[in-house]
């Protein structure tokens, strides 16, 4: 049956590079600025990237666009992205299984196709540098080369490369070394064997990341990133951090996806039971079955504390779709687990995992249509406002205007035209992320405006005391006039879907 033909290289390649042109399509179609986005696109700041750590991003941009700056190229630097993660999931599937065939192949699909990392694709200037970072990192793994020395420094080099784009995918890279690790005690793999590929990943990681010390993060200058305080408090935030994750996860349980996500970890639950049975039976005595049992619940725990990531343990305040980029390994190994229950069932059962497949696909198009949505409307959204900044006699001699976005967080990701779409799918808002304001300063600019900032504190302090004079009030957004500066103040969205008042 087509299902378990056997696939060579180029078939494999093939099948992966289709599907992940599939996938982002939603994004490419959208085009949409998203967050950072919106700056980076009229090149205000060109070395953030540098002063972040992440110098080889701004490397990758002098590259492509062959200037000294980042103009936006979008979509050429996800489409090229799309091809290096499809050569390296093809490295993946023939490095995890001797023979590749079609389910086979769906087992990879989870390294792209992971919801929480829409949030990354929405980027069209972070979104390739992050994908290519998890190319580097699977490409570091399944590198072929013999040689001891160069099995340690090419492997090291690549994870000093995918540090440089994007450090939060070392939590991709400690997961999927779990999980390749978790395959070999299955597959009879001796003790001896066993910890010199520990020795190798370890060792790998450590002078990729001295590498990484040396190299962009040298160059680098910002307070982002500093490890959380070690106090009294430390460990309730680390599990406050991990509640939330669980959180944020137990949001793919929506109605349309609780059923596929209920199949998948019921046949991944089988696989398991079988995948735990015979790991143990390789193992003579009771002393090794146990010592086998620890460490695959030692591995399972390291995995899941790679969703979150080294991000649990820095001091930052929020939990963003982008930062869970580990969950893309754990629904790899979900998926794993569950083709391995699959097949004890029936050798082509394995074709059950297209639909899981369709309902990742199912979300990023949902996605696709809702930030169309929000494009258009903040598109009509701000042309209103720079209708009345430029038409309003009272406002013609303003020269400097201060934005304020709803100080309610559920206004960032409020889209009237998708209101119901993101009630059935909160994942879909949660991907949007209330860092995604409904409008930025900069998005005036691209209508000529070009002295629009965030609202300064001696502006809050005026408007506390009622010193504004209103000029325009409607559903929207209200103008104000605060000595010799305008104030854009938008209105939460409940206030925007308020009724009409009755009319006298």
């Known amino acids: ?285 009771v002393l090794a079955k146990s010592g086998v049992l620890l460490m695959l619940c030692f591995m399972a725990a390291v995995i899941f504390l790679c969703v979150p990531g080294v991000i649990i343990f820095l001091n930052e305040s929020r939990l963003d779709a982008r930062d869970l980029i580990g969950f893309s390994a754990l629904l790899m190994l979900l998926f794993y687990l569950a083709h391995e229950g699959l097949e004890r069932i029936h050798p082509w059962a394995g074709i059950v995992l297209i639909a899981p497949c369709l309902a990742l696909f199912s979300v990023a198009y949902l996605y696709g249509q809702v930030l169309s949505a929000k494009k258009e409307y903040e598109a009509s959204l701000s042309s209103n406002i720079a209708y009345d900044l430029t038409s309003r006699v009272e406002l013609k001699g303003i020269e400097d205007f201060n934005f304020s976005p709803p100080d309610d967080e559920g206004s960032a990701y409020w889209v009237p035209a998708s209101e119901g779409t993101i009630t059935l799918v909160p994942l879909i808002g949660y991907l949007l992320s209330s860092d995604n304001h409904m409008l930025f300063p900069d998005r005036f600019r691209r209508l000529g405006i070009n002295r629009v900032f965030w609202t300064k504190d001696s502006i809050k302090r005026s408007m506390e005391k009622n010193e504004g004079r209103m000029i325009v009030d409607n559903k929207q957004y209200t103008i104000y006039l605060v000595g010799n500066e305008g104030l854009i103040q938008l209105k939460n969205h409940k206030e925007m879907v308020a009724p009409d008042p009755p009319l006298k």
């Open 1 to 285: 049956m087509w299902v378990e033909k056997k696939l060579d290289g180029r078939e494999t390649v093939l099948f992966f590079l289709s599907l992940s042109m599939l996938y982002v399509f939603p994004i490419v179609h959208a085009d949409y600025l998203y967050i950072d986005d919106q700056w980076r696109s009229l090149l205000l700041v060109d070395n953030l990237w540098r002063m972040q750590g992440r110098l080889f991003s701004e490397i990758l941009y002098g590259v492509l666009t062959f200037t000294s700056s980042m103009p936006n190229i979008f979509p050429l630097p996800l489409l090229l992205s799309v091809v290096a993660i499809s050569f390296a999931m093809r490295s993946l599937v023939f490095h995890l299984y001797a023979e590749v065939s079609f389910s086979k192949c769906l087992v990879m699909l989870p390294l792209l196709c992971s919801p929480f990392f829409l949030g990354n694709l929405t980027y069209q200037y972070d979104g390739p540098a992050m994908l290519l970072s998890v190319a580097a990192m699977i490409t570091a793994i399944t590198w072929p080369i013999k040689n001891t020395r160069l099995n340690v420094i090419l492997p090291a080099f690549l994870v000093t490369v995918a540090l440089g784009l994007y450090q939060l995918t070392l939590s991709l890279f400690i997961a999927l070394c779990c999980c390749e690790l978790t395959i070999h005690l299955n597959r009879k793999t001796s003790w001896r064997s066993f910890f010199s590929l520990v020795a190798l990943r370890v060792s790998q990681l450590f002078l990729g990341g001295i590498l990484y010390v040396f190299t962009a993060h040298a160059l680098s200058d910002t307070d982002r990133g500093k490890p959380l305080t070690v106090d009294q408090n430390w460990f309730h935030v680390i599990e406050h951090r991990l509640e939330l994750t669980v959180e944020k996860v137990g949001l793919l349980n929506s109605q349309g996806m609780s059923w596929t996500l209920a199949v998948l970890l019921f046949f991944a639950g089988i696989g398991g039971v079988f995948f735990v049975k015979k790991t143990l039976a390789n193992e003579p005595g």
